[in-house]
C-alpha cells in the first residue's frame, strides 16, 4: 500500500534534504563545510547574472550564512579541484566525481544530439572549424573566446562568434572544459586531461543506464521527495532516458512511491530520507537555488508562486527585477528585490513583500538576513526602500531607511 504524506510532512523532508534543517555554522566556514553541501545538493547552478551576486556563491551562503567567497573559486581551480563545470541543470558546478556520470551526455553532444538544434547544426557543418580551433586550445590553452585573433560576434545567436560556437560545442562533448574564469566570468578552456584531478579522469565510465540511476539517486537524495518530473530536471534527463531507470528504482526499493497531501502525481521518497518534527530555517534564496528553481515545485511545496522577472519589461513587473524569496521556519514567508550597490557600498532593498501566512516576526527575522548578507558581500550599510507591503515593518524594525549593516 502507497505511503501518503501530509503536506507539512513533505516540507520538512524536502528541507532536511536541502540543509536547512541544521544550524548555520558559528565559526569559520571552510572546505568540510562546503563538501557537506555539495554531498546534498550534488550541484551549484552558475548563471551570469550578478545583481547581487553571482548565482552560484548564494546556495553555500543561504545554508552556511557568511563564508569567503574565495573558498568556492579556490575549489573551482587547479588539479587539486573539488569541482568543474558543465551542462546539468543548466551549466553547473560539479563534484568531480561526478564527471564520468555526465561522460553520456558528452558522448551525445558529440554526435550533434541531446545540444540546443543550432549548436548541433554548427556541429555538423563546420567539423573542419571546430577541430582548427580545438587544435588552438590543445596549443595555446588555457584560453577564452576573446583571445583568438580576429573573432569578435557578429549578432545572431547571442552575439557569438564562430569561435565561441565551436568552443561551445567542444565544452558540450567534453573534449575541452572549463579551466578557471576570468573576474569578467568569460570562461577560460583548456584540455580536460590538463584540468582534472588525474583520479577522475582514470575512473571508468558507466554504461549509461547506470549513469542514469545514479544521477537520479543524487536527485532523490537533494530533493528528499519528489515527482517524476522533478526528479528528472534535478539533471535535465528526458522521460526517455529517466522513467525507465525510475521504474528500476522503485523495483530495487532506491525510491519508495508514496502520496502527498494535495498533490495530483505520484511521488517518489528517498529511502533514507529523515523526517524531522520541526525545522526552523531562515534563508534569503537565489532564484537558481535547487530548493526553488523548479518554480511548479515550489508551489506545489509551499503555495508559493514565484517567477524571475528580469526578462519582463519594467511596467509589466510585479515584485521587481531581481527578487530573493525569503524562508523562515518551514514555510517561503516573502519576497525581496535587491542589489548590490558597490559603488555606494549599499545593500538597495527595493521592495518587499510578506505572503499571508507570514508570522509577525517575519519583518525582524529578514532584517538580520539582510544584515548578513550585507556584511558577507562587505557593504557598508542597507538602504531600504518603502515599497512592498512588507517595508512598513521592515523600516519599522530598522528604526531607518538607511541603516549600518
Do not use: C
Request: proline share 6%; charged share 30%.
Amino acid at each position: 500500500m502507497t505511503e501518503k504524506i501530509s503536506l507539512k510532512t513533505a516540507r520538512r523532508i524536502v528541507l532536511k534534504a536541502q540543509g536547512f534543517s541544521e544550524p548555520k555554522p558559528g565559526g569559520n566556514v571552510d572546505r568540510r563545510h562546503l563538501k557537506k553541501v555539495l554531498a546534498r545538493l550534488g550541484l551549484f547552478q552558475i548563471d551570469s547574472v550578478s545583481v547581487i551576486v553571482r548565482a552560484h556563491y548564494m546556495p553555500l551562503f543561504s545554508r552556511l550564512g557568511p563564508y569567503p567567497q574565495s573558498l568556492l573559486d579556490g575549489a573551482s581551480v587547479g588539479r587539486k579541484r573539488l569541482l568543474f563545470e558543465y551542462w546539468a541543470h543548466e551549466a553547473s558546478l560539479l563534484p568531480v566525481e561526478s564527471y564520468p556520470l555526465m561522460r553520456w551526455r558528452m558522448e551525445r553532444a558529440e554526435r550533434g544530439k541531446g545540444t540546443y538544434g543550432a549548436l548541433a547544426r554548427f556541429g555538423r557543418e563546420r567539423a573542419d572549424f571546430i577541430e582548427a580551433v580545438f587544435s588552438e586550445v590543445e596549443k595555446r590553452g588555457p584560453i577564452a573566446a576573446s583571445d583568438f585573433d580576429g573573432e569578435r560576434g557578429s549578432g545572431g545567436w547571442w552575439g557569438w562568434s564562430d569561435t565561441k560556437h565551436a568552443l561551445e560545442f567542444l565544452f558540450w562533448a567534453g573534449r575541452i572544459t572549463t579551466a578557471e574564469r576570468r573576474p569578467s566570468f568569460e570562461r577560460l578552456y583548456d584540455l580536460p586531461e590538463r584540468v582534472l584531478p588525474k583520479a577522475v579522469l582514470a575512473m571508468p565510465t558507466p554504461e549509461p543506464k547506470d549513469a542514469h540511476r545514479e544521477l537520479l539517486r543524487i536527485a532523490s537524495r537533494a530533493l528528499g521527495v519528489a515527482t517524476a518530473s522533478d526528479l528528472r530536471d534535478y539533471f535535465r534527463m528526458s522521460p526517455g532516458d529517466a522513467d525507465p531507470r525510475i521504474a528500476e528504482l522503485v523495483e530495487a526499493g532506491d525510491l519508495l512511491p508514496v502520496k502527498v497531501e494535495g498533490w495530483t502525481n505520484k511521488a517518489y521518497l528517498d529511502p533514507n530520507a529523515r523526517r524531522p518534527r520541526k525545522v526552523d530555517a531562515r534563508a534569503l534564496l537565489a532564484p537558481f537555488d535547487p530548493l526553488v528553481w523548479e518554480r511548479s515545485r515550489a508551489e506545489r511545496l509551499f503555495d508559493f508562486h514565484y517567477r524571475i522577472e528580469i526578462y519582463t519589461p519594467a511596467e509589466k513587473r510585479v515584485f521587481g527585477y531581481y527578487v530573493l524569496p525569503f524562508l523562515l521556519g518551514e514555510r517561503l514567508v516573502g519576497r525581496v528585490s535587491l542589489k548590490a550597490d558597490r559603488a555606494a557600498g549599499k545593500l538597495l532593498v527595493h521592495a518587499t513583500y510578506a505572503e499571508k501566512h507570514a508570522p509577525d516576526h517575519t519583518a525582524e527575522a529578514l532584517l538580520g538576513e539582510l544584515r548578513s548578507m550585507a556584511a558577507w558581500l562587505e557593504l557598508d550599510g542597507i538602504e531600504i526602500t518603502n515599497s512592498g507591503n512588507l517595508a512598513p515593518a521592515l523600516l519599522d524594525v530598522a528604526g531607518s531607511a538607511s541603516i549600518a549593516a
